[in-house]
């Protein structure tokens, strides 16, 4: 039976997140938080790019791609409403 593909990126990105926020609690506490959000991101861009090479690579354009991820974090980060805690 096929695996639903919304199903699979539920479970599959909580696996990710897990493996990331593990990840980053043990190797980047002593960093500053703008390193370790940009050590975080550029490890989930390598990830995503990874995804995106074999459509690129048989000629998808890779600002098609860029712009339909662009879209689907839009929709994912719309449902985050920022609360009103200083920010450290």
């Known amino acids: ?3 639903n593909p919304m199903e699979f990126a539920d479970r599959v ?5 897990r493996l990331l926020g593990e990840r980053s609690r ?3 506490l002593q960093l500053k938080q703008d390193e370790q ?6 490890a989930s861009l390598l990830c995503v790019a990874e995804v995106l090479r074999d459509p ?3 000629g998808v354009p890779a600002a098609k791609l860029v712009a339909i991820c662009g879209r689907q ?3 994912i980060l719309s449902q985050v409403h920022p609360n009103n ?3 450290k």
């Open 73 to 75: 974090l839009e929709g």
């Open 13 to 17: 990105g909580a696996e990710l997140s």
């Open 26 to 28: 043990a190797e980047l």
């Open 56 to 58: 690129v690579a048989r």
């Open 37 to 42: 959000f940009s050590a975080a991101i550029g």
């Open 1 to 3: 039976m096929p695996t």
């Open 85 to 87: 805690s200083p920010q």
